[in-house]
Structures are given as C-alpha cells and as structure tokens.
C-alpha cells in the first residue's frame, strides 16, 4: 500500500573489545559508612542548632522592644553590640517628684548650675532601676554652694552605661538634678 521508507537510522559500531574483569564483590562496610556518615551529619547540625539558640538567648534578641530595652533605648541597628548597664544612684534635688518614681520608669535627668541660664540634659531615656525608701530618702539639706546647691533631695538609682555614671556624678557635683518622666509615643 505504502511505498517503503528507507531505514535512515545510523549503522550500530562495530564491537570492540572490552576487557574481561572478575566480579565485583561489596563487603558489608560500605553501608555501614554511609550510615555513621549521615548520623555525623545529623549530630553536627543538631549541636549548630543548639549553639545558635543558646547565642540568641544570650543576646537577648527581643524585637525591636528588647533590642531597645538592651540598648538603653538607642534604636536597634544591624551592628548593636552589648550594652553593659550599671546602677547609679543619682540626688535629684526636688524630693517630691522622685515620690512620683517607682522601679521601671523611663526618665530624663537634666542639669541646672547655678548661675547658668540654661540646662542641659545628661542622660536620656534611663530607667528607674530603684526608689530607695526610709532613711536614705528622707530630705537632705545641702549647704549654700555646696555640691548640689541649696535645698533638699532625694536618691533615685538609675540603670545607665557607665559613661553616662559618670556623667551623672559630674553633673550632681557641680549642679541640681532634675528628672523629666518619659512617656511612650
């Protein structure tokens, strides 16, 4: 019916010579192997898991609000290293707004010289770590010209970074400190 096609498909090659070999003998090992292998792998990732949770823990990676509360309210950035805070007590002269305070307040502290017209903040957005009540919270009187200026105080103890400690002392000796309470926006 059809005419015939030609077989246009391309000629086999000519055999050639392979060389003749013994069989091929796997002893029982090379499972063995792979399985302690895929178990090696297994443990090392699981103690790589391990170790990256334990330094997240460490380093207290809350969001944006635990990166800010370690960072002693700077916003957090890509290269936020660890933030020591120590605990400064500070003499704020007016007693009754440190009555106002209690654990956990942010505040301002600013300074005022006597004589100077004008203030200056020294540490910005610290908490309240402490309100000490009883004896060391009763008024103090300080001499005219004395260390903290005229008029009474009362300690308050702030979590800050130990620049800002020592800033805090500098201030509190040469002038009066006050605290402006921090409200969240």
Do not use: N, W, Y
Request: charged content about 20%; glycine content about 16%.
């Amino acid at each position: 019916m059809f005419p015939s096609v030609p077989d246009t498909r391309p000629a086999p090659p000519a055999p050639c010579g392979v060389p003749s070999f013994g069989p091929l003998r796997v002893r029982g090992g090379g499972g063995q192997r792979l399985r302690r292998a895929l178990r090696g792998q297994r443990r090392a990732l699981a103690a790589g898991f391990a170790l990256a949770s334990a330094v997240l823990a460490a380093s207290g990676s809350g969001g944006e609000k635990g990166a800010a509360a370690v960072a002693g309210g700077a916003p957090p950035g890509p290269e936020r290293r660890a933030v020591r805070l120590v605990s400064a007590p500070v003499r704020i002269a007016d007693a009754a707004t440190v009555g106002l305070l209690r654990p956990g307040d942010r505040v301002d502290v600013i300074a005022a010289v006597d004589g100077d017209a004008e203030a200056r903040v020294v540490a910005r957005d610290v908490r309240v770590a402490e309100v000490p009540r009883g004896a060391g919270d009763a008024e103090v009187s300080f001499p005219e010209g004395g260390g903290a200026g005229a008029g009474s105080g009362a300690l308050v103890v702030l979590s800050v970074e130990r620049r800002t400690a020592a800033a805090l002392a500098g201030a509190g000796a040469v002038g009066r400190l006050a605290v402006a309470v921090s409200h969240a926006e």
